[in-house]
T-cell receptor
Framework: SQQGEEDPQALSIQEGENATMNCSYK?????LQWYRQNSGRGLVHLIL???NEREKHSGRLRVTLDTSKKSSSLLITASRAADTASYFC???????????WGAGTKLIIKP | GAGVSQSPSNKVTEKGKDVELRCDPI?????LYWYRQSLGQGLEFLIY????????KSGLPSDRFSAERTGGSVSTLTIQRTQQEDSAVYLC???????????FGQGTRLTVV
């Protein structure tokens, strides 16, 4: 079962703008991860943030984690057409550290 | 190998036939996941193997689906008596432990006709 919820379900912005996606979860976690998927094939890991971290950066990506609200956000700055993809969050809230996935946000960057 | 390998990449089968999908995880990864994804949808969890623990099979949609992982390495997902609703992309992922970075294969696109 999936415990994560992501919003928005879909997001369409102009190239160069910033894109923000949110993920909420229900139970306590050790870490939360964000992944990108192009063309409906394998997902690619973007960033992992631990429960004792509040913010993490990787290039144009910025992830925040608020454990009190059980939510995380992924910010992509200065978006590019190549950022068009689906983005998923995953938490390790399952038994035996199983990853639990959100439903994903479809991001479209318009040139 | 350098990454997670899945085979075949595409499979077309007739309704009622059995199919086997294979996943070669990254060497040393104790955790292995199978997911199913229909077009434009999210990941549907199927089964989770973690080390020597009993696998979590709670996501398998029916008793036509089964999976095994031999020697803690290669995994095979078997679908018996395939139905058209089984058509989807089947994704395999492995990770060093359950909650570290997961590496995905490119998936097997299954089409049941």
């Amino acid at each position: 079962s999936q415990q994560g919820e992501e919003d928005p379900q879909a997001l369409s912005i102009q190239e160069g703008e910033n894109a923000t996606m949110n993920c909420s979860y229900k139970t306590s976690i050790n870490n939360l991860q964000w992944y990108r998927q192009n063309s409906g094939r394998g997902l690619v890991h973007l960033i992992l943030i631990r429960s004792n971290e509040r913010e993490k950066h990787s290039g144009r990506l910025r992830v925040t984690l608020d454990t009190s609200k059980k939510s995380s956000s992924l910010l992509i700055t200065a978006s590019r057409a190549a950022d068009t993809a689906s983005y998923f969050c995953a938490t390790d809230a399952g038994s035996n550290y199983q990853l639990i996935w959100g439903a994903g946000t479809k991001l479209i960057i318009k040139p | 190998g350098a990454g997670v390998s899945q085979s075949p990449s595409n499979k077309v089968t007739e309704k009622g036939k059995d199919v086997e999908l294979r996943c070669d995880p990254i060497s040393g990864h104790t955790a292995l996941y199978w997911y199913r994804q229909s077009l434009g949808q999210g990941l549907e969890f199927l089964i989770y193997f973690q080390g020597n623990s009993a696998p979590d099979k709670s996501g398998l949609p029916s008793d036509r689906f089964s999976a095994e992982r031999t020697g803690g390495s290669v995994s095979t997902l078997t679908i018996q008596r395939t139905q058209q609703e089984d058509s989807a992309v089947y994704l395999c992922a492995s990770s060093l432990t359950g909650n570290t970075e997961a590496f995905f294969g490119q998936g097997t696109r299954l089409t049941v006709v």
